[in-house]
């Protein structure tokens, strides 16, 4: 079995809360998610990245890792991120604490979190530092296995969130939906 992959089991055996999937994100999930990125991009904000799969589509579409920042709460995954993208800024902690570590004007964040799994505090708590982290009208991107988006609807309503559908990936494993958040109209 491959290393990433069986690191990535472990810890989902561990921590099923926070991991919230059984398998790393495939490589064309990662390219819907990394569409709209590339050289031109000078702050990409990557929460929950784990072992990298969509780090991995991010950096192919041209974003510079010097331009990356991983945000990412298990410090085994942290460990590999730092091997595997030496020159990306990696930062062990929550997403919920973004604005502690300064991170302000972000083009975009791209999040493998596993909202569906959180309580709407944290998802408040989370999504209140991403969009102060990003540059106003900028998005969100997220992916979730379920059919609906991953937020409560009365979280989205009190941070006043918009929400698009990119598309749906049925190669994945799971097969899972690609959505757009915004702030505001
Ligand atoms: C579903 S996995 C996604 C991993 C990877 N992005 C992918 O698509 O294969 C969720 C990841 O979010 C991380 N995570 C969970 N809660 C977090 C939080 N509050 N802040 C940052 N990372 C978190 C987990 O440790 C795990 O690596």
Redesign the pocket.
């Known amino acids: 079995m491959p290393k990433n992959l069986a690191l990535?089991l472990g810890?989902a055996l561990r921590?099923p809360t926070?991991?919230?999937?059984i398998a790393?994100?495939g490589l064309i999930?990662g390219r819907l998610m990394a569409r709209d990125l590339g050289p031109h991009s000078k702050l990409v904000v990557?929460?929950?990245?784990?072992?990298g799969?969509?780090t991995r589509a991010i950096i192919e579409a041209g974003v510079p890792q010097e331009n990356l920042v991983l945000?990412?709460?298990?410090e085994a995954?942290c460990k590999t991120l730092a091997k595997r993208y030496p020159r990306a800024n990696i930062i062990h902690?929550?997403?919920?604490e973004l604005g502690k570590h300064g991170i302000k004007g972000a083009e975009t964040v791209v999040s493998?979190?596993?909202f569906l799994n959180f309580p709407s505090g944290?998802q408040h708590e989370?999504l209140s530092a991403v969009f102060d982290a990003l540059e106003p009208g900028r998005e969100l991107v997220q992916?979730t296995y379920g059919r609906k988006p991953p937020i409560s609807p009365q979280v989205m309503q009190n941070l006043e969130l918009t929400w698009h559908l990119r598309g749906r990936v049925w190669a994945n494993f799971p097969p899972a939906s690609v959505y757009e958040f915004r702030r505001g109209g």
Request: zero cysteines; a negative charge.
């Open positions: 990535f810890q921590n926070h991991v919230g999937a790393p994100s999930l990557e929460i929950g990245p784990g072992t799969s969509l945000v990412e709460l298990n995954f902690g929550g997403a919920q493998g979190l596993p944290l989370i992916f």
